[in-house]
Every structure is written in structure tokens, then in C-alpha cells.
């Protein structure tokens, strides 16, 4: 590893534990476009939405419901849905992911936060939170020219924006999905952890070519501290 300068870090299943609430809100998607709960279709479609899980939602629905009108529909239902589920207050930060983030600002490294959410959302979890003045830049795919994970472009733009690294070697990728460890790999990043408290686990991490496996992302700091 060279000397990591900044840390892109997911939202939701890696510093945000949401309970599962991504599942709870595309049943309203699916039910807004006609999709019956319990039939084989429901059942296809909520396979596909937790192998995707870290990927923009909106190209996931457009996987799904095939047509711009209808995806964009879907995406709608999906992110009202999440987000009253967030004001109702069932979401909380992971276990020693703030004093992670803080520990890492503390140390001179720009922290930026990402999403596969659309920005409404994102900044609905960080007032739920009050995240907002946690860090001083957050990301979604509409900040990114519209592509979210497993494209490299968030990484990307959190590095031209904050000017905090010479080196995309300098960068550190960490995530709960193989989306998040792919988005990483293909930005160049130096340090790519995957993380055990969501989606995805040690397999789908290697596969993708996660540098680390890490139980959470409260490790990020020692794992950093043994960088320099």
C-alpha cells in the first residue's frame, strides 16, 4: 500500500445499518409497477435486487422493468418508500463507524461518503443521522454524470473534487457489496476492503479483487494506522 490520502466510504450495510430496509422498500416498487407479492416474478426480481445490492438503483430497476417510463416509476416508489422508512427512525450507524470516520479525518485523510441512492435519499439518511457536517463531501450517481457502482466514476470524482491524493494508489475503497470492491478495483485504488456487516461476504469480496476482508469498517483506522 502507498500512503492512503483519502477513504471512499458506502453508505448503507457499511457505515449505515439499515436493517434490511432496501428489501422492505422494493416491495413498494415492485407493487407500484404490478409485480404480486408471493408470485414466481416477485420472487426473480427480489433474487436479482440482493445481487445487486450497491448498485444504482435506478439502472437496477431498469434491468428489471425493461422500459425508461417504467424504471424511473419504480425508482420513485422505491426511494418514497426508503425514505419514510429512514424519518421513521429505523436506521442507526454501524457500530463504530462515526469515531471510524472521525478517527480517519482526525489523521489528515479525506473521507468522502457514497451512495447508490438517488441524492433525496442519501441526504435524508444523513439528517436521520445528523451526518451532515460529518464529512465534507457526500457522492451520488447524479454527482458522477449519472453512473453509480460498479463503475469506477464516484471514486473518481471524490478524488478530482477533494485534490487529497497525487495518486489513485492513495485511495481507499471500502463497501459491503462486490459492487463497491469493483467500483474500487477499476478506479486504481490502492486499498479496497470489503466489509462483513451487509450484503455480500469474504467470496464475493476476493472474487471482485478486495485487497482486505474486513469484519467492519471500525477496522479501517488500525488497518490505515499499520499504512504508515
Not at 439502472?59 to 422508512?85: C, I, M, P, Q, W
Not at 492513495?170 to 476492503?193: E, F, M, N, P, W
Not at 469480496?205 to 477496522?219: I, K, N, P, Q
Amino acid at each position: 500500500m502507498t500512503d492512503v490520502r483519502l477513504v471512499v466510504l458506502d453508505m448503507a450495510g457499511t457505515t449505515v445499518a439499515d436493517g434490511g430496509l432496501v428489501e422492505r422498500a422494493f416491495e413498494a416498487a415492485a407493487t407500484a409497477l404490478g409485480v404480486e407479492p408471493g408470485s414466481a416474478e416477485h420472487a426473480e426480481h427480489l433474487s436479482y435486487v440482493r445481487a445487486t445490492m450497491g448498485e444504482s438503483k435506478i439502472s437496477v430497476f431498469r434491468h428489471l422493468f425493461g422500459t425508461e417510463d417504467r424504471a424511473r416509476r419504480a425508482n420513485t416508489a422505491f426511494e418514497k418508500a426508503y425514505g419514510d422508512l429512514v424519518d421513521g427512525g429505523l436506521i442507526a450507524p454501524v457500530p463504530g463507524a462515526r469515531e471510524a470516520i472521525e478517527e480517519l479525518a482526525g489523521s489528515g485523510r479525506s473521507v468522502v461518503l457514497t451512495t447508490g441512492f438517488a441524492r433525496v435519499t442519501q441526504d435524508a439518511i444523513l439528517d436521520a443521522l445528523g451526518w451532515r457536517d460529518l464529512v465534507p463531501l457526500t457522492l451520488c450517481p447524479a454527482d458522477a454524470g449519472g453512473r453509480g457502482r460498479p463503475y469506477p466514476d464516484m471514486v473518481l470524482e471524490a478524488f478530482v473534487r477533494t485534490k487529497a491524493a497525487e495518486d489513485v494508489r492513495q485511495v481507499a475503497v471500502a463497501g459491503d457489496t462486490s459492487y463497491d470492491v469493483l467500483s474500487g478495483v477499476r478506479a486504481g485504488a490502492g486499498l479496497i476492503a470489503g466489509v462483513r456487516t451487509g450484503a455480500h461476504g469474504d467470496a464475493e469480496f476476493r472474487a471482485a479483487g478486495a485487497t482486505h476482508v474486513l469484519d467492519s469498517v471500525a477496522e479501517l483506522p488500525a488497518l490505515l494506522r499499520a499504512d504508515r
